[in-house]
């Protein structure tokens, strides 16, 4: 199951893990922009459910596990992905702006996980896996909405993975950088020039892969994948 999987690192995913045989479930907000991705999906003869959804709403969560359950069975590997930007100077920003990213990026993540946490201790198995960002590693000013909710989604994400180790489920985090996708669309363009690579969303699925053929007994904490330009700017920013 993977979360916001119409575009950029949740389409890449799901493709990579259809590829090696698994069968998907994707949900998306945008029902055109999904049911694009599934039928892409389907012309590579990848067996994919599409199920449009908003994740931040608990109904709406509930109903894509019950359709997935009824089409495949229990889960066994969620990637909660679905996210949004919140970008603006901190005087600036409003309570519906900072109300919109965090139940999308936080609670969404809460609620999918919550929900496949339940599948997966019947199972005694399984494996939850949040695309976070370097967001949650670092400070930068005038990200103050985006990276609170990057920094708040590790944090649940570490909590969990220590929770719910008990019933052999595994969590995994990974971190991208600059990643080419169309993050930045509701905000005119990219912030760099076309000149500054940035990750390929299949770099990010596959580590996701690399996540799901862990051997049992093997965990991970949590991973970065970032352009090498931009290792020298991370850190402490005022």
Known sequence: MISGASLGIGFATARRLGRAGARISICGRRENLLHEAAEKLRGEQIDVLEICADV???????????ETAKRFGAPSVLV??????????????????????????????????????FFMKQADRGRIIFISSIAGQYYRGGYSLYF???????????????????????????????????????????????????????????????????????????????????????????
């Open 80 to 117: 909660n992905n679905a996210g949004i930007a919140g970008i603006g100077a901190l005087m600036e920003l409003d309570e519906a702006q900072w109300d919109k990213t965090m139940r999308v990026n936080c609670r969404g993540a809460f609620l999918c996980t919550r929900r496949a946490a």
């Open 148 to 238: 609170a909710s990057k920094w708040a989604l590790n944090g649940f994400a570490h909590s969990a993975a220590k929770e719910l180790q008990p019933f052999n489920i595994h969590v995994h985090i990974i971190c991208p950088g600059m990643t080419e996708t169309r993050f930045f669309d509701a905000y005119g363009a990219r912030p760099h020039p076309a000149e500054k690579h940035y990750v390929d969303p299949d770099a990010v699925a596959d580590m996701v892969e690399r996540f799901c053929r862990l051997p049992e007994g093997v965990d991970t904490n949590e991973y970065s994948i970032i352009p090498s330009w931009q290792l020298k700017n991370l850190g402490l920013r005022r």
């Open 56 to 66: 931040s709403k608990e109904e709406d969560v509930d109903r894509w596990f019950d």
